[in-house]
């Protein structure tokens, strides 16, 4: 987790030691492709993660502590009560999303780009999971070991 959020995080910085003065759709580009990169890499036959933890990368290095926080806090409330990774992940990702529009400006001129990028990535996040959003309707989906979880 730690490495792939490394991975989101540093290309997203990595725009300030680039560009002395970046415009925002570098950093979104730069994110982007990080995410993408993860997601559907060439190398592994376009077979990757569900781009979680880049993604929470990505978005530590573009948004305020507020924002990244509140997914955590929603990715570990979830988790712990349900034990589905899946759902925590698609909680969060949403919770993100929401919090960037209600509490980080929205859709004002100076930060739409990065309210839809936080968007997509919650799109994104939901397409990767389809098949755990196939499996949760099934009752066939796994759930992480938690003691109070029989």
Same mark, same amino acid.
């Given at each position: 987790?730690?490495?792939?959020?490394?991975? %989101?995080?540093?290309?997203?910085? %990595?725009?300030?030691?680039?560009?002395?003065?970046?415009?925002?759709?570098?950093?979104?580009?730069?994110?982007?492709?990080?995410?993408?990169?993860?997601?559907?890499?060439?190398?592994?036959?376009?077979?990757?993660?569900?781009? #979680?933890?880049?993604?929470? /990368?990505?978005?530590?290095?573009?948004?305020?502590?507020?924002?990244?926080?509140?997914?955590?806090?929603?990715? #570990?409330?979830?988790?712990?009560?349900?034990?589905?990774?899946?759902?925590?992940?698609?909680?969060?990702?949403?919770?993100?999303?929401?919090?960037?529009?209600?509490?980080? /400006? %929205?859709?004002?001129?100076?930060?739409?780009?990065?309210?839809?990028?936080?968007?997509?990535?919650?799109?994104?996040?939901?397409?990767?999971?389809?098949?755990?959003?196939?499996?949760?309707?099934?009752?066939?989906?796994?759930?992480?070991?938690?003691?109070?979880?029989?």
């Amino acid at each position: 987790f730690i490495c792939d959020a490394a991975k %989101g995080y540093v290309a997203v910085r %990595g725009v300030n030691w680039i560009f002395a003065e970046p415009m925002v759709e570098y950093y979104i580009l730069a994110g982007s492709l990080a995410v993408i990169g993860h997601y559907k890499p060439l190398w592994l036959g376009f077979k990757g993660g569900k781009a #979680v933890a880049t993604s929470f /990368g990505v978005l530590l290095g573009l948004l305020p502590f507020l924002l990244v926080t509140t997914a955590l806090l929603i990715f #570990v409330v979830v988790l712990l009560s349900t034990a589905y990774v899946s759902v925590a992940s698609m909680s969060a990702s949403w919770a993100a999303a929401a919090v960037k529009i209600f509490f980080g /400006g %929205g859709f004002n001129q100076q930060n739409y780009p990065i309210t839809l990028f936080v968007i997509g990535i919650a799109l994104l996040i939901m397409i990767a999971h389809k098949d755990n959003i196939v499996r949760l309707k099934q009752g066939k989906e796994s759930k992480i070991k938690l003691p109070w979880f029989k």
